[in-house]
């Protein structure tokens, strides 16, 4: 039978007032993805703290629509103190809030997403799987220190051990910012390709038919899915590709690698602050990043279309915007039907 603490007097005013902050900071919709990160920070270094923000965020939505206002603050924290009052005084464990934490609907709250999601993982073996929704973002601290910062509609494993960091990222895009460890290697496999880094940043696009690694600091190899990591201050073999900062690797569904020798950094990362930037991408991969973003389902309906050149800025889950800036300016029309909308080329029968 899993154990129950108690945390009825461990749950004190200044825990209470720190989560109430911070759910303040969250409300008022200036929250930065270095935010999400401090507020990862905060809630892992006491168990007490993560209770206290689950808590003060279900006496919040109590005085919703305005529960942002800073007037009902004190009202908030004698509700909370009473209902802690009569509570039985057995809370339940730490880890069971952490697998089943409320959500919000709202897909387009992308910090709100982030934070809901805190926590939210499942043990396989000894290891752990993160996956986020339509629209959702998240920011994980790993064991060593390492970040990742997940896109919407990802799926990432993490495996570590005493001699090697393994991750998978099984579908859609991630950012991870690696904690330096040269003994022992940080190797990320995404399509039948791995991406090793001691201490660096990049970022790891999956888009039909292409991977792309962009690396924003530092340096990082990339080598074949199969093959032997590197040991430290090895040689690089002829399998391995090395990038340094403000390139970018594309390696496609037909093997081909390509050298990308100054990616657009902006381009790969503007993602985390909710916008998407095409700069002449195909729309078809355009098509599959807005689809992180919405339940609506968007399909390119013919080869010629999904080759279009798109250019543009776009808020994530504005899939209006894009629609109608796509049929406005290029050659394309949007045939909307029962299982969604089609994006056709206007020369398309």
Do not use: C
């Not at 992180?292 to 999904?306: L, M, N, W």
């Amino acid at each position: 039978m899993t154990d129950q603490i108690d945390f009825s007097a461990a749950l004190d005013d200044e825990v209470l007032a720190e989560a109430m902050n911070w759910r303040q900071r969250m409300s008022e919709g200036e929250f930065s993805i270095d935010d999400e990160v401090e507020l990862e920070v905060w809630l892992q270094a006491d168990e007490r703290r993560l209770l206290a923000f689950e808590q003060i965020g279900k006496v919040s939505a109590v005085f919703e629509p305005h529960a942002a206002s800073p007037e009902l603050l004190m009202q908030r924290l004698a509700l909370l103190r009473r209902v802690r009052r009569e509570a039985t005084g057995r809370w339940i464990e730490p880890t069971a809030v952490l697998n089943a934490p409320s959500r919000r609907a709202a897909a387009g709250a992308l910090a709100a997403s982030v934070i809901a999601g805190v926590g939210l993982w499942t043990m396989v073996g000894r290891g752990a799987v993160y996956s986020t929704g339509v629209g959702e973002r998240r920011v994980i601290i790993l064991d060593d220190g390492s970040v990742v910062s997940l896109d919407a509609r990802s799926r990432l494993s993490v495996r570590y051990s005493a001699r090697e960091r393994r991750l998978e990222l099984h579908r859609g895009q991630a950012r991870f910012d690696v904690a330096h460890d040269p003994s022992r290697p940080f190797s990320v496999t995404a399509r039948q390709h791995t991406v090793v880094a001691t201490g660096t940043a990049f970022n790891i696009d999956l888009l039909a038919p292409e991977m792309r690694v962009t690396l924003i600091e530092g340096r990082v190899l990339v080598l074949p899915e199969k093959a032997t990591l590197p040991r430290a201050r090895a040689p690089a073999s002829g399998q391995q590709v090395e990038l340094r900062a403000g390139q970018a690797l594309v390696a496609r569904k037909d093997q081909k690698v390509e050298i990308v020798a100054k990616a657009d950094l902006n381009q790969a990362t503007s993602w985390q602050q909710g916008q998407l930037v095409f700069n002449d991408e195909p729309l078809g991969q355009a098509v599959e990043r807005v689809s992180r973003y919405t339940e609506q389902k968007i399909t390119v309906g013919d080869a010629d279309a999904a080759a279009i050149p798109v250019s543009g800025t776009f808020n994530a889950g504005d899939a209006k915007a894009f629609l109608e800036a796509v049929s406005e300016f290029l050659p394309v029309r949007v045939v909307t039907g029962a299982d969604g909308v089609i994006l056709q080329s206007i020369h398309s029968s």
